[in-house]
């Protein structure tokens, strides 16, 4: 027998073309990559060999002879269908159905014997087995062996892989289980014996082997917690090393910027900004460089807490940066903070208070000449704050002294674009991200495991509720009920938004101009929601990222355009009057900013847009909000869209329409109508979706697919902090793992499966 490493490529076991296969349609590359690749379920044996005792929808794995077999030409496709009936010692029969005949007609024959495994279905009166995977003995030696394997081992079933089906896959496992001399372990001994665990040599035999009153359940267990403590080690290292490196140290200013700016604040902190506040002055003050993510649901004060740590930074001498995922988001920061300043933002000029500073915007469809002076206002020291898109990362933009570093909306950024406005301080600065995108547990310590975390869990006072209704748009009366509820707010001088999934075609708003479907790619790419599961293919519309799309009765029907509703918002008689206006991702930059700002001033009354409001927009006489085609929107961004609404003192109501949604859809509005608690929904979020869309190709470089974790599990929760603990500890002692030479090897390993899967992304 050849003697393998977990390194070795499963072409030393298998044939090249079924090597391909295995590599092309599961990732399976080397044996280690198979001992990895789990069982789907287990089937229990004792459903071996007697047929009379089958149920339908029971998974059995039987033993039996074929007695007969028939092929006869389908009636409506091509090719020939089999039927092979099996029978047992007693005489009982099972029909066995292949719709494609080939390849099996030669094989099943009668008096052959094996094995079948499968879903008991059934025909009319008969049941039977259809496409099972099956094996046949070649003697009766060798089938009175399976027969005596399968009645003491539980027998997994693998997802199957084209042509190598899943009993050759459980064949191929037990061949590399035999032919590795030694499994890699990972986890330190006095680790394992301290939680419990299973050696990894033992876990594998166990969910790959299990006898059966085995759990392989334990194994798998050992499994998830080598994930996690893989993971956990690369994160507490990288932690290590921010931790090693030395920022200047910003202290805070007494009689500062900050304590004037704190001196006319109009309302009072929360007691949770104030205790956040505290916790980054400490760390502003440090020699250690901050890196830390501020979490707080929609409108709870994180920018007031990011601006004090910014004023801070300029009392020490400094200067800050704001990264802001859109244009939008980006203007109305820096008019926002502008305002919030005052007088303290007007630095050097006339009227200026003593000690102001100026805050410059840099985005990039500015016109050159505003641009420059911004550019000039970073790079000599003037601004103490400079707020922009991702045109602050460019090379050729430099700071005098960039003291903090503040990132909005950090899941639109990958790490690499932090990493390149760190690069622009003289020292590495302070960094502080900011979401407003409640994470769970579970996530935060696997994505964000690198940082410390603060939550602002507690809204400012005078906040309102949001109250939110499911809308059924194939009903004429509901719908006309929802505007009339616009033109009541308007009425009482409130504002309202109306949100719809697509742009659509400026020809829309002419009242029946054609209908044809524009792609909207040019849309800001940074206005693609994290929520969307599906590629940025289609530009700024939203997807859902559920999957359950095909089975909605919606799917086919047109998705409501941007155009097409103003048009209809027009010719309502309830709206007569009430000045409407758009916004998305496809106007110039001067008109969104000119459209914003209209409407912040109450100069416009609704604002029908795309998801470009979606991210921090914030009016507070805004009072309703209606998403258009609601099913068509992931919970999380639903969520994110109401945060708009019921922002002042003003209570907020939220519309979802929709029309003909699907079941899971239907399920998922009425859950976002349930409830207002964010971290509940992305939960609920995450047990829907597949991880790989959670840390999809937006969280880039950080350890985006989980294969064993479920991360919206709370059983998980607790391997993984069990783990963290673990590894944190293990790296303090050892940085460089010089000790755990297997762990260092895992490390590397996944760190180059990581590479691999952000370059393919590309
Ligand atoms: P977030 O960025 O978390 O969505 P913001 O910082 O934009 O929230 O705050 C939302 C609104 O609430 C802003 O208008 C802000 O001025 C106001 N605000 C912030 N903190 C408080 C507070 N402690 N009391 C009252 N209003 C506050
Ligand atoms: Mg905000």
Redesign the pocket.
């Known amino acids: 027998m050849v003697v393998l490493t977990e390194d070795s490529p499963l072409t030393k076991l298998v044939k090249k073309g079924e090597a391909e296969q295995l590599a092309r349609t599961k990732g399976l590359q080397t044996v280690g990559d198979l001992f990895e690749f789990v069982p789907r379920r287990y089937v229990r044996p004792g459903q071996l060999t007697d047929l009379s005792s089958l149920r339908v929808g029971e998974d059995v794995l039987v033993v039996a002879e074929v007695a007969r077999a028939t092929s006869r030409p389908m009636r409506n496709r091509r090719g020939k269908m089999l039927t092979v009936v099996l029978h047992d010692d007693h005489g009982h029969e099972l029909d066995v159905t292949f719709f494609s005949a080939y390849g099996h007609e030669g094989k099943l024959h009668a008096g052959v014997r094996g094995f079948f495994v499968g879903t008991i279905g059934a025909y009319g009166q008969r049941m039977q087995l259809t496409h099972p995977e099956y094996e046949l003995f070649d003697d009766d030696a060798e089938g009175e062996a399976a027969v005596e394997w399968y009645r003491t081992h539980r027998v997994p079933v693998y997802s199957t892989t084209g042509k190598i089906n899943s009993l050759q896959l459980r064949r191929l496992v037990h061949t590399a289980l035999d032919s590795v001399d030694r499994i890699r372990e990972p986890v330190p001994e006095p680790v394992r014996a301290a939680r419990g665990l299973l050696d990894r040599a033992a876990a594998l035999e166990l969910v790959h082997r299990p006898g059966v009153d085995d759990q392989p359940s334990r194994g798998l267990d050992r499994l998830k917690y080598d994930e996690a403590f893989v993971l956990q080690t690369i994160l507490a290292q990288r932690r290590k090393a921010v931790e090693s490196e030395l920022a200047t140290p910003r202290p805070p200013r007494p009689g500062g910027l900050l304590a004037d700016f704190d001196a006319r604040l109009p309302?009072?902190?929360?007691a949770g900004?104030r205790e956040i506040g505290e916790v980054l002055t400490a760390e502003l003050a440090s020699d250690r460089p901050m890196h830390r993510l501020l979490q707080?649901?929609?409108?709870?004060?994180?920018?007031?807490?990011a601006l004090r740590a910014m004023l801070a930074a300029i009392d020490a001498g400094g200067q800050a940066a704001l990264l802001a995922p859109t244009e939008v988001l980006a203007a109305q920061h820096h008019r926002?903070i502008t305002a919030?300043l005052g007088d303290l933002a007007l630095g050097g000029m006339l009227g200026g208070a003593e000690h102001g500073t100026t805050v410059a915007l840099l985005t990039g469809s500015q016109a050159a000449r505003a641009r420059k002076q911004s550019l000039l206002a970073a790079a000599s020291g003037e601004a103490g704050i400079v707020i922009g898109t991702h045109a602050l990362i460019q090379k050729h933009v430099q700071f005098a002294d960039l003291a903090l570093v503040v990132v909005d909306e950090q899941h639109r950024f990958g790490v690499e674009q932090r990493d390149a406005l760190r690069e622009k301080g003289i020292r590495p600065p302070h960094v502080l991200v900011?979401t407003?995108t409640p994470i769970p547990r579970t996530v935060a310590m696997t994505v964000f495991g690198d940082m410390e975390t603060s939550t602002?869990r507690e809204l400012?006072?005078?906040?309102s509720p949001i109250a939110t209704h499911v809308v059924d748009g194939d009903r004429p009366g509901w719908v006309d009920r929802t505007w009339q509820r616009i033109a009541e707010e308007v009425a009482k001088g409130h504002q309202a938004y109306v949100v719809c999934p697509r742009i659509g075609d400026v020809d829309d708003e002419a009242p029946g101009a054609g209908d044809g479907r524009s792609p909207a790619s040019d849309e800001d790419a940074w206005d693609v929601d994290w929520a969307d599961g599906s590629d940025d293919a289609d530009g700024g519309e939203v997807g859902d990222g559920l999957g359950d799309r095909s089975g909605d009765g919606g799917a086919q029907r047109e998705l409501t355009g941007v155009y097409t509703m103003l048009a209809t918002l027009r010719a309502t008689p309830a709206l007569e009057g009430v000045r409407l206006e758009v916004l998305h991702g496809r106007l110039d930059p001067d008109t969104k900013e000119a459209t914003m700002r209209a409407f912040a001033d109450g100069e416009i009354d609704v604002l029908v847009a795309t998801t470009v409001i979606e991210v921090?927009v914030?009016v507070?006489n805004a009072s309703v909000m209606v998403v258009v085609d609601a099913d068509r929107f992931g919970i999380s961004q639903l969520h994110q869209l109401r945060?708009r609404v019921g922002?002042g003192s003003v209570p907020g109501l939220c519309l979802l329409m929709t029309q003909g949604a699907g079941e899971l859809a239907a399920e998922r509005l009425a859950q976002v109508a349930a409830t207002t608690d964010g971290f509940e929904l992305a939960q609920v979020d995450l047990l829907l979706r597949r991880e790989g869309d959670v840390l999809g190709a937006r969280q880039s470089g950080r350890g985006n697919s989980v294969r064993h974790l479920r991360l919206g599990r709370r059983d998980d929760e607790q391997v993984i902090a069990d783990a963290r603990e673990d590894a944190f500890a293990l790296v303090a002692e050892d940085p460089e793992l010089r000790q755990h030479p297997a762990l260092a090897a895992a490390v590397a390993m996944r760190l180059d499966e990581e590479q691999a899967a952000w370059l393919e992304r590309g």
């Not at 309302?267 to 929360?270: A, K």
């Not at 707080?296 to 807490?305: A, D, F, L, N, R």
């Open positions: 309302f009072e902190l929360t900004q707080g649901e929609v409108g709870s004060g994180k920018t007031v807490v926002s919030m900011m407003a602002l400012p006072r005078g906040r921090g914030d507070a945060g922002r």
